[in-house]
T-cell receptor, first 108, second 116 residues
C-alpha cells in the first residue's frame, strides 16, 4: 500500500531538546494529521490541519500544513520523557495514508 | 469526546477458526469506519473502508472473503477474520470518522490477533 515519506526514521535526544520531523508526498492532500502511537495502543490524534499554510499548536507541539499541500512538519519543543513513542503523519483526501513513522526516544 | 473502543483487545485462536473484532464509536456517530493492519515496527496499512449500511471498499490485495466487514449501525463495525492462519497474526486497528471534518479519524486501541 501507499505510504508517505517521513523523516527522520528515529531520533534519540536529551530531555529539554526540541524535535522536528516532517512528511512529504508526491500527492496533494486536503488534510494533514499527526498521531502518536505508544506500544500496543492505537494512534492518538495530536494535531489536525485542514488548510494549506495553516500553522497549529497543541501545547508544546506545533504543526504546519505545507503551502504546496504535499508536505507537513511537526515540532515538539522542550521534550520530556513521556514524549517517547512513534509519531505518524497522515495525509487525507477520501482516505488516510500514513507516513512511515518516526521513533522518538528521550533520555532524561 | 471522540472515543473509539475495540473488543477484544487481544485474542489467540487456532488455525482454521474465525475471529470477530468489534469497533465502536462511543460518543459520536461514525459515518465511516476504517480497518487497518499493522505489523511490528511498521506503519498502519489500510485494509478497507466501510460506510454504514453499504458494502465495504477493500484496498488492493486485501481478500474481501477472508476479511469480512459489517457496518450495521453508525456506532458499530465488525471485522471477521475467516479461517484464520498464522500469517493473519497481526495488530488490527479500527478508526472512525464523524460528520465533522470527515477526514479526521479517531482510532481504537487495537486488537492483537495471534493465530496458532
Amino acid at each position: 500500500g501507499q505510504q508517505l515519506n517521513q523523516s527522520p526514521q528515529s531520533m534519540f535526544i536529551q530531555e529539554g531538546e526540541d524535535v522536528s520531523m516532517n512528511c512529504t508526498s508526491s500527492s496533494i492532500f486536503n488534510t494533514w494529521l499527526w498521531y502518536k502511537q505508544d506500544p500496543g495502543e492505537g494512534p492518538v490524534l495530536l494535531i489536525a490541519l485542514y488548510k494549506a499554510g495553516e500553522l497549529t499548536s497543541n501545547g508544546r507541539l506545533t504543526a504546519q500544513f505545507g503551502i504546496t499541500r504535499k508536505d507537513s512538519f511537526l515540532n515538539i519543543s522542550a521534550s520530556i520523557p513521556s514524549d517517547v513513542g512513534i509519531y505518524f503523519c497522515g495525509g487525507a483526501t477520501n482516505k488516510l495514508i500514513f507516513g512511515t513513522g518516526t521513533l522518538l526516544a528521550v533520555q532524561p | 469526546g471522540a472515543v473509539v473502543s475495540q473488543h477484544p483487545s487481544r485474542v489467540i485462536c487456532k488455525s482454521g477458526t474465525s475471529v470477530k473484532i468489534e469497533c465502536r464509536s462511543l460518543d459520536f456517530q461514525a459515518t465511516t469506519m476504517f480497518w487497518y493492519r499493522q505489523f511490528p515496527k511498521k506503519s498502519l496499512m489500510l485494509m478497507a473502508t466501510s460506510n454504514e449500511g453499504s458494502k465495504a471498499t477493500y484496498e488492493q490485495g486485501v481478500e474481501k472473503d477472508k476479511f469480512l466487514i459489517n457496518h450495521a449501525s453508525l456506532t458499530l463495525s465488525t471485522l471477521t477474520v475467516t479461517s484464520a492462519h498464522p500469517e493473519d497474526s497481526s495488530f488490527y486497528i479500527c478508526s472512525a470518522a464523524g460528520g465533522w471534518g470527515t477526514d479526521t479519524q479517531y482510532f481504537g486501541p487495537g486488537t492483537r490477533l495471534t493465530v496458532l
